[in-house]
């Protein structure tokens, strides 16, 4: 089963907060930069494979985790919850730039 994929305003916060909206001095990814390159993988894994991700919590099945390495991160770990059948909101994202 395929499932919709949205994102919560959180998501995009967490985003800012440890990227920025530009590229650093040194090189260092944006928020565009992570939505262009590593974000489609992000939406995928938790479009097609929800029931598979690790559970954040046993008490609440519908609240799920991806942990995952990526081109601009060396590690970070995704949140979304199925907000209603069908439908997934990521809702945080922690990442690891190394």
Do not use: H, W
Not at 16 to 23: M, T, V
């Amino acid at each position: 089963m395929r499932r919709e994929v949205r994102v919560s305003d959180a998501f995009f916060d967490d985003l800012d907060r440890q990227l920025g909206a530009e590229r650093g001095t040194n090189g260092e990814p944006s928020t565009t930069d992570f939505l262009l390159v590593d974000m489609p993988e992000v939406i995928e894994q938790f479009a097609t494979g929800f029931n598979g991700l690790p559970l954040i919590d046993a008490s609440i099945p519908d609240l799920r985790m991806m942990i995952g390495s990526a081109v601009l991160a060396r590690a970070f770990v995704g949140e979304g919850f199925e907000i209603e059948p069908g439908v997934v909101e990521l809702i945080g994202i922690e990442l690891d730039l190394g």
